[in-house]
């Protein structure tokens, strides 16, 4: 007679295999179909304000003309805290020839303005809340997951979506080719 799977196995194994599991097709899925299109309108994206770390609105539209990386992202976010500190690194070989990042936090001000001065984050942080993961979604996040960056060329175009991290290679390729 056979063994009952749940004999085999504890459940919280079993469970945590499923998760695993889950979370990875979601990102395989994500990154196969990004839903925004090379080329699509980043105006709306452009037109957006919030609140920077120190409470101060600020408007996208501000770096309008520049190579624009808006980095979805949250301090309670593992994969984007990995990949931040090649942000800022980006952010201060580049910015000088046209490239602005920008994060938009999907978090509680005071736990970003912590975070900003524990990496020394040298491009804005913006205070997006909850409402932001819609704002993701509208360019293309449709499993609403972090972290997710938006990559916006000189004349205003979407040239880049990415779910999870971005990395450095793929990063610079991009940005060198829009600067």
């Given at each position: 007679m056979p063994v009952p799977m749940s004999r085999r196995f504890p459940p919280w194994?079993?469970?945590?295999?499923?998760?695993?599991?889950?979370?990875?097709?979601?990102?395989?899925?994500?990154q196969r179909d990004p839903g925004t299109q090379d080329g699509a309108d980043g105006s709306a994206l452009l037109a957006v304000s919030l609140p920077d770390a120190s409470g101060k609105q600020q408007s996208l539209g501000q770096w309008k003309g520049k190579v624009l990386v808006v980095n979805f992202w949250a301090t309670w976010c593992g994969p984007c805290r990995e990949e931040m500190p090649e942000f800022v690194?980006?952010?201060?070989?580049?910015?000088?020839?046209?490239?602005?990042?920008?994060?938009?936090?999907?978090?509680?001000q005071d736990k970003v303005l912590q975070f900003v001065e524990e990496i020394g984050l040298n491009y804005p942080a913006?205070?997006?809340?909850?409402?932001?993961?819609?704002?993701?979604?509208?360019?293309?996040?449709?499993?609403?997951?972090?972290?997710?960056?938006?990559?916006?060329?000189?004349?205003g175009r979407v040239v880049h979506t990415?779910?999870?991290?971005?990395?450095?290679?793929?990063?610079?390729?991009?940005?060198?080719?829009l600067l």
């Open positions: 194994i079993i469970i945590a295999v499923a998760a695993v599991t889950a979370a990875a097709f979601g990102v395989y899925v994500g690194r980006a952010q201060t070989e580049f910015g000088g020839r046209g490239l602005q990042f920008v994060g938009i936090a999907v978090d509680q913006l205070i997006g809340g909850y409402g932001a993961m819609e704002l993701s979604r509208t360019f293309g996040n449709k499993l609403m997951a972090l972290p997710f960056t938006v990559i916006v060329d000189r004349s990415q779910l999870g991290p971005l990395r450095a290679e793929k990063l610079r390729s991009i940005v060198t080719q």
